[in-house]
């Protein structure tokens, strides 16, 4: 995966068009075969869209995980059945008995580990149907509640009976619910009326480039130095460095035994990724462990200490 067009774009999404409507125009402008994005974002929303391209989608499943950090509006005194501006007004509540102390608190509860209910508004699915197009014909199911992580929640001021927060969250967290929530902890309503996603993992709103910039960039030739080289996406998974003898039996997908590893990070366990290196610093690999790092010591060394999730040479 060396070619230009194997890499990942940092697009700015506006406000309007959905997140596969970039993707497409993504791949009308480059004409590339194969194209995906990190991270959905509703029309209304704005912001921070990785998108892979060609041999680089080999790589979503490793980026889809990664943290998001997002600066939200909320309107205080009613709530939608969308939990946003586009949606009808479900019910109302009095903006003005909320002081921006109280906004303050309440948006510290919920900081944390907890469940979350996906909005029937969303791109969920129930037997194969989105739950969205259930909602458009009338109908309301039950959704089991999700875990998600709030790792910090920030208010940044209030203006009028709109509230400006910004908040960093696991992925798979709905904003949007969020501040339906926060409406019913508050006791007022609230639906959120903006959003701006500003990172996703690495990815950070600053250096984003928009459709306009890209179309220049493939026009004028500066296309490689705008986009992230794929290894440099997922520099944030720990490495694992392999002997030479073995890279080519990684190549066709074998696993990892004990014999095959030079260097190893200090602390590994299942449920975690990890590149896998050889001695000319190619990525090789992405690898997941099936032990942790106190039984390796008594394995044999022909013994499985980590299983392929995605050979990348």
Known sequence: MTSTLNNVINLFKPVGPTS??????????LGVKKAGHIGTLDPMAEGVLPICLNQSTRIIQFLSPLTKTYRATLELGSETDTQDATGKVLATGDPSIVTEEQIKQILQTFAGEQDQIPPMYSAKKKNGIPLYKLARNGINIVREPVRIVVYSIDFIRKEGTQVLFEVHCSAGTYIRTLSHDIGKKLGCCAHMVRL?????????????????????????????????????????????????EYLKLISHG????????????????????????????????????????????????????F???RVLC
């Open 20 to 29: 596969f409507d970039m993707v497409w125009s993504v791949r009308k402008i």
């Open 196 to 244: 701006t996603r500003t990172q996703v993992g690495p990815f950070d709103l600053e250096r984003t480039l928009s459709l306009k910039a890209l179309e220049i960039a493939r026009e004028d030739g500066s296309l490689p130095g705008k986009l992230i080289p794929w290894e440099e996406a997922i520099n944030f998974l720990p490495a694992i460095r392999v002997k030479d």
């Open 254 to 305: 074998v696993a990892l035994s004990k014999s095959f590893i030079e260097t190893l990070p200090d602390r590994f366990e299942p449920g975690h990724y990890f590149r896998v290196f050889g001695g000319n610093d190619e990525v090789l690999a992405v690898v997941e462990p099936v032990v942790d790092q106190d039984t390796l010591p008594g394995m044999a060394p022909e013994e499985i200490v």
């Open 307 to 309: 299983k392929p999730k």
